[in-house]
């Protein structure tokens, strides 16, 4: 461990999924090791860390607005504080932050978290601005039992970055291409983590299905789930997020066989149009997602379904978002993260036309919205 005698404040806001959240966790270890301390209080942060979503535009406008008002704060108490910027945004608008948010000391890109504490130093003792975004090699962190947040259910990355190049999506170009962790670190953490007490984990990724893919031991996501369902200590295994096109007999004969595994699986659907799956590059049809929802009920009939949904992509007619509703009020899920499409620069579907009007598009995402609360209470009834 590398300690620094400092008793420096750290204050972390985290903005996007899952995977961030745990990445803020594993970042806030790092730093403990150098002896910071995590606050809560922004008033009394020696360094102020942003760790950034880039999937919808309206995540990226609040750290802007969120930047602006820690510049505020530095003008008010703390002129040497230090302010970062990390995370999908970092790495997509690089130099570019420096020039939108004076305030910011560094920006750290999605495969340079590693270097943070060694970043902070250097612009403490060089007062410079300092920028990190280079891609070359995906490295894993995992938080240390200190800096997990909850203390029984914890976070664990199995892979990082994603292939899959769904037309609108920005991941795979702000977290680089798909890389899975070597098996024996993951089943590691998990021991350490039984023997500290925690009883639930959730393997995380972007698309969990295609673990394995890479690695010299030829090993796929269910003989990972055997593995980690072994361990003693832990009594609930989840896992989030599952690709409709890569869920395999396999699996969910894992799912069916391995009690400790969770009965809720989400695996977004994002369009029951399949004019609108095949222009999102999703790679499956709604009646083969439909099947293996059908597949999944005959086997685990308590089985609970999760979705994402964006409404409002290009060429999406009235009749393709009836589709949509129509499939959600078929397939009953009970719970669904629902998005009105955003233009991404850099993908693919930014070259098309954003021809759905804003109106159009909010009153689509309020109908399933309305339509998913009606669902999920009548789920819960
Ligand atoms: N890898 C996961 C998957 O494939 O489901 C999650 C990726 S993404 C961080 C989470 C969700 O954001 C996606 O499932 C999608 O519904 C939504 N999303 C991604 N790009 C979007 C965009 N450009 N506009 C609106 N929603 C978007
Ligand atoms: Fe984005 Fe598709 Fe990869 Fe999920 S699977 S991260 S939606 S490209």
Known sequence: ?????????????????????????????????????????????????????????????????MLGELRKLKKKNKHDSVVGVIGCMAQKDKKEIFKRAPNVDFVCGTH???????IIKSVIEQKAKIEFTDMDKQVFISPTLSSRENKSSAWISIMKGCDN?????????????????????????????????YKEITLLGQNVNSYGKGLSKK??????????????????????????KDISLKLIDAVVNLEKVSRYLHFPLQSGSDKI??????GYTLSHYIEIVNRLRERIPEIRLGTDII???????????????????????????????????????????????QKIKKDRLDKIIKLQRFVSNKKRA
């Open 219 to 244: 090993i796929d996501f269910s003989d990972l789930l055997e593995l980690v369902h072994k361990i003693k200590g832990i009594e609930q295994i989840q896992f989030v997020t599952s690709h409709p």
């Open 165 to 197: 190049f769904c037309s609108y999506c920005i991941v795979p170009y702000v977290r680089g291409r798909e890389v899975s962790r070597p098996l024996e670190n993951i089943i590691q953490e998990v021991e350490e983590l039984a023997y500290a007490g």
């Open 277 to 282: 799956l095949r222009l999102m590059n999703r």
């Open 311 to 357: 409404v409002g992509f290009p060429g999406e007619e009235e009749e393709d978002f009836e589709q949509t509703y129509q499939a959600m009020k078929k397939i009953e899920f009970a719970q669904a993260y629902m998005f009105k499409y955003s233009p991404r620069e850099g993908t693919a579907a930014f070259k098309l036309k954003d021809d759905v009007p």
């Open 112 to 118: 340079n978290s590693h270097k943070i504490p060694e």
């Open 1 to 65: 461990m590398n300690k620094e005698v400092t008793s420096k404040k750290v204050f972390i806001r985290t903005l996007g999924c899952q995977m961030n959240k745990h990445d803020s966790e594993a970042v806030l270890g790092l730093l403990m090791n150098h002896g910071y301390e995590l606050t809560k209080n922004r008033d009394e942060a020696d360094v102020f860390l942003v760790n950034t979503c880039s999937v919808r535009k309206h995540a990226e406008d609040k750290v802007y607005s």
